[in-house]
């Protein structure tokens, strides 16, 4: 690495003159180029765009700031994710007490709504787990899959498709 490009050390003026190490101030400290940032202690550093070996700290994904501002109580900044968590629980009362269609009818609407949300809403909390379009895909594709299966499911079936009827008995079969 030049010269130029080198951030200065603990030590040194940004133009290469020695100090003591008592009189360091921020106002002092310039980033001379496109490609110094500031440090924690605020003195300039060299940063590059390659992924360090060890990862020290994790990213917030996009959208995982509060949801509501940060004056309201705690529950009410994290509205979305109770909302999906209320009406998945809710889901699982109405299960338990022996209805099953329904039940699994409103977990399913339950990460749909997660889904909506997150592609809707521009913050959604603790609601972004992965980046946007993860999210989206997660929720959309796990809530289809729960609906899709209650519609199927036996006996009387609110939903039949015809060609998986013919898939099952190809593949089982009496012999």
Do not use: C
């Amino acid at each position: 690495m030049s010269a130029e490009h080198r951030a200065p050390s603990e030590h040194q003026t940004p133009s290469g003159d020695e100090r003591p190490s008592g009189d360091e101030t921020p106002e002092e400290l310039t980033v001379r180029d496109p490609i110094s940032a500031p440090d924690a202690e605020g003195r300039p550093r060299r940063v590059t765009r390659r992924f360090p070996l060890f990862t020290k700290d994790t990213a917030r994904p996009e959208g995982g700031g509060r949801a509501a501002s940060g004056d309201a109580p705690a529950p009410a900044r994290q509205w979305p994710v109770l909302a999906v968590l209320g009406l998945a629980g809710l889901g699982l009362l109405v299960t338990a007490l022996g209805q099953f269609r329904l039940g699994t009818l409103l977990i399913g609407v339950a990460l749909l709504g997660g889904g909506a949300m997150r592609w809707l809403l521009p913050d959604v909390g603790m609601l972004a787990v992965r980046s946007r379009f993860t999210d989206i895909v997660t929720y959309g594709a796990l809530g289809l899959v729960i609906v899709m299966l209650a519609l199927m499911a036996q006996p009387n079936p609110w939903l039949q498709i015809p060609f998986l009827k013919d898939t099952l008995h190809f593949t089982v079969t009496n012999e």
